[in-house]
């Protein structure tokens, strides 16, 4: 079945560490997503790509980075930089303006 | 820019009654509109759409209509269930390129039996 990917589920991070956050499609869609969520609160855009070896900060990209080497993968890197990691972390993927499909997320917890 | 301004939560009904989830937009041009749901623990799955004026969207019994006239896609259902208690959110997707993606804050709904 097609869909959008995200692991692990769960995920626990030491101080100082660097963590990476998986995200595959096979919906051959261009663009991907990542977002952050805190508790009750709305969605936050961390970076975003259009097409492979390009992409773009969103409104929070300080900490994070991000590669896009192939057109179904697009990982997160959680860096030693992100002073308040913990959050739930959604990946997105969409084509050619339509709406936007999502993984199942992956909990960071900091250790 | 573009932007959803969504209703504020939690909204906290009895099971069986009206839903109304408020959104209403800011955006040039003719976005399309969206209500994403997210249960517990999970990423948002679509709802339902509307891609021009007067289109209504439906789906499990929920339904939003595209208005232009007042910039509004409100959420509605007849009778909500326990199952329903999740968290809803209004989108939209304007013109332009990549970053024309916007979500509103997110409404929790409980549906208590």
């Known amino acids: 079945d097609g869909g959008i990917t995200q692991s692990p589920k769960y995920l626990f991070r030491k101080e100082g560490q660097n963590v990476t956050l998986s995200c595959e499609q096979n919906l051959n869609h261009d663009a991907m997503y990542w977002y952050r969520q805190d508790p009750g609160q709305g969605l936050r855009l961390i970076y975003y790509s259009q097409i492979v070896n390009d992409f773009q900060k969103g409104d929070i990209a300080e900490g994070y980075s991000v590669s896009r080497e192939k057109k179904e993968s697009f990982p997160l890197t959680v860096t030693s930089a992100q002073k308040n990691p913990t959050a739930f972390y959604l990946c997105?993927?969409?084509?050619?303006?339509?709406?936007?499909?999502f993984g199942q997320g992956t909990r960071l917890t900091v250790v | 820019g573009d932007s959803v301004t969504q209703m504020e939560g939690p909204v906290t009904l009895s099971e069986e009654a009206f839903l109304t989830i408020n959104c209403t937009y800011t955006a040039t041009g003719y976005p399309s509109l969206f209500w994403y749901v997210q249960y517990p623990g999970e990423g948002l799955q679509l709802l339902l759409k509307a891609t021009k004026a007067d289109d209504k969207g439906s789906n499990k019994g929920f339904e939003a209509t595209y208005r232009k006239e007042t910039t509004s896609f409100h959420l509605e259902k007849g009778s909500v269930q326990v199952s329903d208690s999740a968290v809803y959110f209004c989108?939209?997707?304007?013109?332009?390129?990549?970053?024309?993606?916007?979500f509103g804050t997110g409404t929790r709904l409980t549906v208590i039996p």
């Open positions: 997105a993927s969409r084509d050619r303006g339509l709406e936007a499909f």
């Open positions: 989108a939209l997707v304007g013109q332009g390129g990549a970053n024309n993606l916007f």
